[in-house]
């Protein structure tokens, strides 16, 4: 029975009725967590799965994950195939998750979903703190992702360990006086009240110690003899301390053999009771020999292994034995246990050079990357190092290390780790490849760290270095990259040029790194038009990721917005069937803006809202920053004002202390959007101008908003306030050739020309847009027009424009333009029924419903939606459970009817 803790009992009683969700319990050693999720597993009534972290296995990838799910491995093959194969690669089954954690997470959710369908099902983590990082990132990734299927998963965890943001939290404090008199009555019912009282002092409410300190009492003071208690110091030492050494001295007082049984079982948690027996074995002990340990309550020892009774058992037990004692266990456990975790225990011996031991450690390293451990990669590359005898092998593998850590997120451990290659390296002749990737590395620290400029420097020292064409050019590009969405500095056009500079000669993939970098250069430089033609390089010849991605991008710099769309989306669909959704929110970020650019505004929407959970999930606030920005314009065309204010305001905190600028710009850019929406247009000339000459002004996003500046400048009475950016935009939209920005360009010349020309020039804007699709820009033009004909009476003509303009408005959810046409209607005589019934049905859906529907409409099964959108089967049938009444549709046959979902 629980003592004093009704209230955290009826929280997680709370969570198992509700049968779905995620829970964080946090407190200090001794103070209840196992017991809490011992309670849990005894109130459920479905399949209970569990693990706890174990401190040693901390460096070996999926650990905790493969004893959690080993007992239902067998429903694996009922995932999707990528998925499956994911997950028999990162536990070890043979098959090959290409490297990225963050699929396994999708498949360990996938699989307790799967196990849902029969009944509920309950994950219980103990020691979390311990677990290893893709175990824990894994079943973050699926914790996080709870939303109605009958799923719990209760993770327990000390306080300022194991970092579960996004999840809801339960901190354990001490017991009151009344519930440890409780505790210590059932545990130590002999005790003289005098002894009782002291004891209840001592534990401070910390129920293990209220178990274990009774123990430590002599014969006499159990019967109150007048003696200071043995574990009372005088001292503020921490109650788990003392219950600690209690433990030790347990231990000290085994046998020789009992103590040797116990050190294996704590350096190696293995639950092959053969593999533990070879191993003590090897030591001239026995399982028979952990028989005291268990009189002494100290161990369980079952089919599944050795139990410790307490995590703080493990510890004193390597406090109790001295090194000897420790390098022959390793020894042993040597001989006993698989390639793995031999590589470990071999190093953990090894206390000088020896390549031997550190080429099975990189090969242990290897073999972990295929499996997605990136920090398991880290750590056996770093001892590989220090084992390391040739220094040069050993500066590539720090730098491999460091590497990893940073593909981890581990930031600091990896600034550590190239510190040691860096100190290493002056001593010796590095090879051109080496010299790259450390390079790199630290060039990924400096953007990391908020100074991308210094970043791209050490990208030039690595370009300089790589003996590689394709490794050069990935560093130039991500060069250029960076370059420019670094906020404005003194260097940056000067680094730009040095980028250029260092561009290899030759066609193919060469000309389309320089020509690229050419145009980032003259972007920096206030060229207005750039738009230089790319070179693409053969189908058949392999793009590099980084290049791939720059080449897209740009593509708004060309006004090439079905060029971006069908690449973005390409991207987006190979990444996602990849399964490397560490790469997907930059790839879902140059999608969203493609989506926004091509006037799909609704499916920008959803992308955005699945990017920025997405970019939240793997630690990415350089993309959250840039989705948020893209989501505040979305939020102002909407006009949905306080939700682009927060946007604006995410993207420009996330943005500022890393000097990045895109998503800086995002949000400024979006602001002015909401400005010119609601009609305040001097604000918006204010906000523009004001941009013009600050951090992101050297962003090509400004050209897009030169219309409205010409549009607001016009409203205002003040034209000639916008003829340099008339100027400018008609030099841009001219050399694009691009029908989109032309029939923009003829749009804005129709606001500034006479009367005697303006018809003709909105005639052929709209002449234009029918050439290059972009439902907003059309509508817009359409509202201008409409306005011009009705202030030259020409109501009827007028009526044309300004109906399909609202409805275009309507079904893009552009609600204050749908208002302003409306009003325009109006004043040609129009009257307008009640349009509240009339707005187009989508709107009622949310972002994540509305991308169900649009998958569920093609066809797309439940589990093939759910693979797409990184959710589980039933969470895709709950949305579309929500989404079909609120259409007015009881099928998925009947969503075929509606408009604009095909």
């Given at each position: 029975?629980?003592?004093?803790?009704?209230?955290?009992?009826?929280v997680?009683?709370?969570?198992?009725?509700?049968?779905s969700?995620?829970?964080?319990?946090?407190?200090?050693?001794?103070?209840?967590?196992?017991?809490?999720?011992?309670?849990?597993?005894?109130?459920?009534?479905?399949?209970?799965?569990?693990?706890?972290g174990?401190e040693?296995?901390?460096?070996?990838?999926?650990?905790?994950?493969?004893?959690?799910?080993?007992?239902?491995?067998?429903?694996?093959?009922?995932?999707?195939q990528?998925?499956?194969?994911?997950?028999?690669?990162?536990l070890?089954?043979?098959?090959?998750?290409?490297?990225?954690?963050?699929?396994?997470?999708?498949?360990?959710l996938?699989?307790l979903?799967?196990?849902?369908?029969?009944?509920?099902?309950?994950?219980?983590?103990?020691?979390?703190q311990?677990?290893?990082?893709?175990s824990?990132?894994?079943?973050?990734?699926?914790a996080?992702?709870?939303?109605?299927?009958?799923?719990?998963?209760?993770f327990?965890?000390?306080?300022?360990?194991?970092?579960?943001?996004?999840?809801p939290?339960?901190?354990?404090?001490?017991?009151?006086?009344?519930?440890?008199?409780?505790?210590?009555?059932?545990?130590?019912?002999d005790?003289?009240?005098?002894?009782?009282?002291?004891?209840?002092?001592?534990?401070?409410?910390?129920?293990?110690?209220l178990?274990?300190?009774?123990?430590?009492?002599t014969?006499?003071?159990?019967?109150?003899?007048?003696?200071?208690?043995?574990?009372?110091?005088?001292t503020?030492?921490?109650?788990?301390?003392?219950?600690?050494?209690?433990?030790?001295?347990?231990?000290?007082?085994?046998?020789?053999?009992?103590?040797?049984?116990?050190?294996?079982?704590?350096?190696?948690?293995?639950?092959?009771?053969?593999?533990?027996?070879?191993?003590?074995?090897?030591?001239?002990?026995?399982?028979?020999?952990?028989?005291?340990?268990?009189?002494?309550?100290?161990?369980?020892?079952?089919?599944?292994?050795?139990?410790?009774r307490?995590?703080?058992?493990?510890?004193?037990?390597?406090?109790?034995?001295?090194?000897?004692?420790?390098?022959?266990?390793?020894?042993?456990?040597a001989?006993?246990?698989?390639?793995d975790?031999?590589a470990?225990?071999?190093?953990?011996?090894?206390?000088?050079?020896?390549?031997?031991?550190?080429?099975?450690?990189?090969?242990?390293?290897?073999?972990?990357?295929?499996?997605g451990?990136?920090?398991?990669?880290?750590?056996?590359?770093?001892?590989?190092?220090?084992?390391?005898?040739?220094p040069?092998?050993?500066?590539?593998?720090?730098?491999a290390?460091?590497?990893?850590?940073?593909?981890?997120?581990?930031?600091?451990?990896?600034g550590?780790?190239?510190?040691?290659?860096?100190h290493?390296?002056?001593?010796?002749?590095?090879?051109?490849?080496?010299?790259?990737?450390?390079?790199?590395?630290?060039?990924?620290l400096?953007?990391?760290a908020?100074?991308?400029?210094?970043?791209?420097?050490?990208?030039h020292?690595?370009?300089?270095?790589?003996?590689?064409?394709?490794?050069?050019?990935?560093?130039?590009?991500?060069?250029?990259?960076y370059?420019?969405?670094?906020?404005?500095?003194?260097?940056?056009?000067?680094?730009?040029?040095?980028?250029?500079?260092?561009?290899p000669?030759?066609d193919?993939?060469?000309?389309?790194?320089?020509?690229i970098?050419h145009?980032?250069?003259l972007?920096?430089?206030?060229?207005?038009?750039?738009?230089?033609?790319?070179?693409?390089?053969?189908?058949?010849?392999?793009?590099?990721s980084?290049?791939?991605f720059?080449?897209?991008?740009?593509s708004?710099?060309?006004a090439?917005l079905?060029?971006?769309?069908?690449?973005?989306?390409?991207?987006?669909?190979?990444?996602?069937a990849?399964?490397?959704?560490?790469?997907?929110?930059?790839?879902m970020?140059?999608?969203?803006?493609a989506?926004l650019?091509?006037?799909?505004?609704?499916?920008?929407?959803?992308?955005?809202?699945a990017g920025?959970?997405?970019?939240?999930?793997?630690?990415?606030?350089?993309w959250?920053?840039?989705?948020?920005?893209?989501?505040?314009?979305?939020?102002?065309?909407a006009?949905?004002?306080?939700?682009?204010?927060?946007?604006?305001?995410?993207?420009?905190?996330?943005?500022?202390?890393?000097?990045?600028?895109?998503?800086?710009?995002?949000?400024?850019?979006?602001?002015?959007a909401l400005?010119?929406?609601?009609?305040?247009?001097?604000?918006?000339?204010?906000?523009?101008?004001?941009?013009?000459?600050?951090?992101?002004?050297?962003?090509?996003?400004?050209?897009?908003?030169?219309?409205?500046?010409?549009?607001?400048?016009?409203?205002?009475g003040?034209?000639?306030?916008?003829r340099?950016?008339?100027?400018?935009?008609?030099?841009?939209?001219?050399?694009?050739?691009?029908?989109?920005?032309?029939?923009?360009?003829?749009?804005?010349?129709?606001?500034?020309?006479?009367?005697s020309?303006?018809?003709?020039?909105?005639?052929r804007?709209?002449?234009?847009?029918?050439?290059?699709?972009?439902?907003?820009?059309?509508?817009?033009?359409?509202?201008?027009?409409?306005?011009?004909?009705?202030?030259t009476?020409?109501?009827?003509?007028?009526?044309?424009?300004?109906?399909?303009?609202?409805?275009a408005?309507?079904?893009?959810?552009?609600?204050?333009?749908?208002?302003?046409?409306?009003?325009?209607?109006?004043?040609?005589?129009l009257?307008?029924?009640?349009?509240?019934?009339?707005?187009?049905?989508?709107?009622?859906?949310?972002?994540?419903?509305?991308?169900?529907?649009?998958?569920?409409?093609?066809?797309?099964?439940?589990?093939?939606?759910?693979?797409?959108?990184?959710?589980?089967?039933?969470?895709?049938?709950?949305?579309l459970?929500?989404?079909?009444?609120?259409?007015?549709?009881?099928?998925?046959?009947?969503?075929?009817?509606?408009?604009?979902?095909i």
């Amino acid at each position: 029975m629980l003592y004093g803790r009704q209230a955290e009992q009826s929280v997680i009683g709370g969570l198992l009725e509700g049968r779905s969700g995620a829970l964080v319990v946090r407190g200090e050693a001794g103070i209840g967590k196992s017991a809490l999720l011992e309670f849990s597993a005894a109130s459920t009534r479905g399949r209970v799965l569990r693990v706890t972290g174990v401190e040693s296995e901390a460096d070996l990838p999926f650990a905790a994950l493969h004893l959690l799910l080993r007992p239902v491995v067998d429903h694996v093959e009922a995932l999707p195939q990528q998925q499956a194969e994911a997950l028999r690669g990162a536990l070890g089954l043979g098959g090959d998750n290409r490297g990225d954690r963050f699929l396994v997470g999708l498949a360990t959710l996938s699989l307790l979903v799967e196990l849902s369908a029969a009944g509920p099902v309950l994950c219980l983590v103990d020691d979390a703190q311990w677990l290893d990082g893709e175990s824990a990132d894994a079943l973050l990734f699926a914790a996080r992702r709870l939303h109605d299927e009958p799923v719990a998963v209760l993770f327990a965890a000390r306080e300022g360990e194991f970092p579960a943001r996004g999840l809801p939290e339960l901190r354990l404090g001490t017991l009151d006086a009344e519930a440890a008199r409780k505790v210590l009555a059932e545990q130590a019912a002999d005790l003289p009240p005098a002894v009782r009282d002291q004891v209840v002092a001592e534990a401070g409410g910390n129920p293990l110690a209220l178990v274990e300190l009774p123990r430590m009492l002599t014969g006499e003071q159990r019967k109150g003899a007048l003696v200071p208690l043995s574990f009372s110091l005088g001292t503020a030492q921490p109650v788990t301390d003392r219950v600690l050494i209690g433990f030790r001295d347990r231990i000290a007082a085994l046998p020789d053999a009992t103590r040797s049984c116990l050190l294996v079982a704590a350096l190696d948690h293995h639950d092959e009771l053969d593999v533990l027996a070879r191993a003590v074995g090897l030591l001239g002990a026995s399982l028979a020999d952990f028989a005291a340990a268990e009189r002494a309550g100290l161990v369980r020892v079952g089919l599944g292994g050795v139990a410790f009774r307490h995590p703080l058992v493990r510890t004193a037990v390597l406090l109790a034995c001295d090194i000897a004692a420790r390098m022959a266990a390793h020894r042993a456990l040597a001989e006993a246990v698989d390639e793995d975790r031999r590589a470990w225990h071999l190093a953990a011996v090894t206390l000088q050079p020896e390549e031997e031991v550190a080429g099975q450690l990189e090969g242990l390293a290897l073999r972990a990357r295929r499996r997605g451990g990136q920090a398991a990669v880290s750590a056996a590359y770093a001892r590989a190092a220090e084992l390391s005898a040739d220094p040069g092998q050993a500066v590539r593998r720090w730098t491999a290390a460091a590497g990893a850590a940073a593909e981890a997120g581990l930031w600091q451990r990896a600034g550590e780790l190239v510190d040691r290659a860096r100190h290493q390296a002056e001593a010796v002749t590095l090879e051109g490849c080496v010299l790259a990737e450390l390079a790199q590395v630290r060039a990924k620290l400096e953007i990391e760290a908020g100074r991308p400029l210094a970043g791209v420097r050490l990208l030039h020292e690595g370009a300089e270095a790589a003996d590689d064409l394709p490794a050069r050019l990935s560093l130039l590009s991500l060069a250029g990259f960076y370059t420019w969405a670094s906020a404005t500095h003194p260097d940056q056009l000067a680094l730009a040029r040095r980028t250029e500079e260092l561009c290899p000669d030759g066609d193919g993939l060469p000309a389309l790194v320089r020509t690229i970098n050419h145009a980032i250069r003259l972007i920096l430089e206030g060229d207005a038009v750039t738009t230089l033609t790319y070179p693409m390089p053969d189908q058949a010849e392999r793009i590099p990721s980084e290049l791939r991605f720059l080449i897209v991008h740009q593509s708004i710099v060309r006004a090439d917005l079905d060029g971006m769309l069908e690449g973005s989306a390409q991207i987006v669909e190979e990444y996602r069937a990849e399964g490397r959704l560490g790469r997907m929110p930059q790839a879902m970020t140059i999608f969203t803006i493609a989506q926004l650019l091509n006037g799909h505004h609704r499916s920008a929407r959803a992308t955005v809202v699945a990017g920025l959970a997405l970019a939240a999930d793997v630690g990415q606030p350089q993309w959250s920053s840039y989705l948020a920005g893209v989501h505040a314009w979305l939020s102002a065309v909407a006009g949905a004002q306080e939700e682009c204010a927060a946007m604006a305001a995410q993207a420009i905190r996330d943005a500022g202390h890393r000097r990045w600028m895109p998503g800086y710009c995002w949000a400024e850019y979006a602001l002015a959007a909401l400005d010119f929406g609601l009609g305040r247009y001097e604000a918006m000339l204010d906000r523009v101008d004001r941009a013009m000459s600050g951090p992101t002004r050297h962003a090509f996003l400004w050209r897009y908003s030169w219309p409205d500046y010409i549009e607001a400048a016009v409203r205002i009475g003040d034209p000639q306030r916008a003829r340099d950016q008339l100027r400018r935009y008609t030099e841009w939209a001219e050399a694009t050739g691009q029908a989109r920005p032309l029939a923009v360009l003829h749009r804005v010349r129709a606001l500034l020309a006479p009367d005697s020309e303006a018809m003709g020039l909105y005639e052929r804007a709209l002449a234009l847009h029918g050439e290059g699709e972009q439902p907003f820009d059309e509508a817009r033009t359409r509202l201008v027009y409409g306005e011009w004909l009705r202030r030259t009476r020409r109501r009827a003509e007028a009526r044309g424009q300004l109906q399909a303009a609202m409805d275009a408005f309507d079904r893009l959810g552009a609600t204050p333009w749908a208002a302003r046409a409306a009003a325009e209607l109006r004043a040609t005589g129009l009257s307008q029924p009640d349009r509240s019934g009339a707005r187009d049905p989508l709107d009622v859906l949310t972002p994540q419903e509305l991308q169900v529907v649009r998958l569920a409409v093609t066809g797309a099964s439940n589990r093939e939606i759910g693979a797409q959108l990184f959710l589980s089967p039933r969470t895709v049938a709950s949305h579309l459970y929500k989404a079909f009444p609120k259409l007015g549709v009881s099928s998925r046959a009947e969503l075929t009817r509606l408009p604009g979902l095909i």
